[in-house]
């Protein structure tokens, strides 16, 4: 079991910039896949970016590529998003996910964990 917690969202203008954190509880966080997704209002959930185990791999949504980047501590129990350059379609709550990493790397398949979310708004 992990317990998520996000923070760092809030409001922003237009080309500005957010860094979010995914807060994780349990020991063996570090065996974990984590990903970030979000949702706007009236949409579905969508995925944003994840990170592997150990940080090997990520990946990530083309409407994040070049403005978003997925980083973990595994020390401090820790997933970031910092995201640049945001636009107000940007605006949504995004929501930490994880799931303990499997064999192959499907970065949008099934997460067993997730956070409460945290709303991001970015004003024009």
């Known amino acids: 079991q992990v317990q998520l917690v996000e923070s760092g969202g809030g409001l922003v203008q237009a080309g500005g910039s957010l860094s979010l954190s995914c807060a994780a509880s349990?020991?063996?966080?570090?065996?974990?896949?984590v990903a970030w997704f979000r949702q706007a209002p009236g949409k579905d959930r969508d995925f944003v970016a994840a990170i592997s185990r150990g940080g090997t791999s990520t990946t990530y949504a083309g409407s994040a590529k070049g403005r978003f980047t997925i980083s973990r501590n595994d020390v401090q129990n820790t997933v970031n998003l910092q995201m640049v350059s945001l636009k107000p379609e940007d605006t949504a709550v995004y929501f930490c996910?994880?799931?303990?990493?499997?064999?192959?790397?499907?970065?949008?398949?099934?997460?067993?964990?997730w956070g409460q979310g945290t709303q991001v708004t970015v004003s024009s």
């Open positions: 349990g020991r063996t966080f570090s065996s974990y896949d």
């Open positions: 996910a994880a799931r303990y990493t499997a064999p192959g790397w499907a970065p949008q398949g099934r997460y067993d964990f």
